[in-house]
């Protein structure tokens, strides 16, 4: 690991799916069904080659996917309507759950003097489904999704940035440290300034992809968190 020479972090910003929210591969289900509504014949070339899209750019905000894969914004637009309320009946369904330490790991870091925030590629109506099938509503102050940031999600910085705006818990963007599974959460803390942009391996991606796209630090999982942040930034090795 690399040393981090910043100055204390205050602010987290925690992805979910694949961060603090195992799935089960709920993603790659919900699209399936969502891909079939505008005739992507589930096992055909084309289905197979969208799901690889899917699945390389695990992290980014699902319209966004959606646009690349089919075009015309109205095409987008229904399949990620029918993306999402295909994962929602999932979620509703009791397939999702922590990452195992997770809540644990954010109450300690609560408990640590830190604002954490939880942010999604997903819309808001899914978020929230998430939140309450876990009981987390009341777990951290701020929740955000690509809407609550302009529109615009991974891997842009803007949801890093809305929190730290909203949020005001640091002086500066070298305090916030930004964690998720994926080669876009990396990239969004980066190009945000985050003093410590931290990959864990629980979800879609590999510590080669996670330190390529700029991870400071890869973890077995977020459980491990409030540990390395409860170091002094020099000791962040």
């Not at 589930?42 to 695990?58: F, I, N, Q």
């Not at 990396?186 to 410590?196: D, E, L, P, Q, Y």
Request: glycine share 12%.
């Amino acid at each position: 690991m690399s040393v981090v020479q910043d100055n204390r972090i205050g602010l987290v910003v925690l992805d979910m799916a694949g961060t603090t929210v195992a799935d089960g591969g709920l993603v790659e289900q919900a699209f399936s069904a969502a891909a079939a509504g505008l005739g992507v014949e589930p096992g055909s070339a084309d289905h197979a080659e969208k799901l690889a899209y899917v699945r390389a750019t695990m992290g980014e905000s699902k319209i966004s996917v959606f646009r690349h894969l089919f075009g015309e914004e109205a095409l987008a637009q229904r399949a990620n309507a029918a993306f999402e309320k295909a994962y929602g009946e999932l979620v509703d369904g009791g397939r999702i759950a922590p990452v195992p330490g997770a809540r644990e790991a954010i109450e300690q870091l609560k408990s640590q003097d830190l604002t954490v925030v939880l942010t999604t590629g997903f819309a808001r109506v899914t978020q929230d489904a998430i939140l309450d099938a876990l009981g987390w509503r009341d777990l951290v102050e701020l929740t955000l999704c690509p809407a609550d940031a302009g529109g615009r999600g991974r891997p842009y910085p803007d949801m890093v940035l809305s929190a730290f705006l909203r949020t005001g818990a640091v002086a500066g963007v070298q305090e916030v440290a930004v964690v998720g599974d994926t080669a876009y959460d990396m990239t969004s803390g980066v190009r945000a300034g985050a003093g410590v942009v931290a990959g864990v391996l629980t979800g879609a991606h590999g510590e080669a992809e996670l330190r390529a796209h700029g991870a400071t630090h890869v973890l077995a999982s977020v459980a491990d968190l409030p540990g390395l942040l409860a170091l002094p930034a020099g000791a962040r090795s």
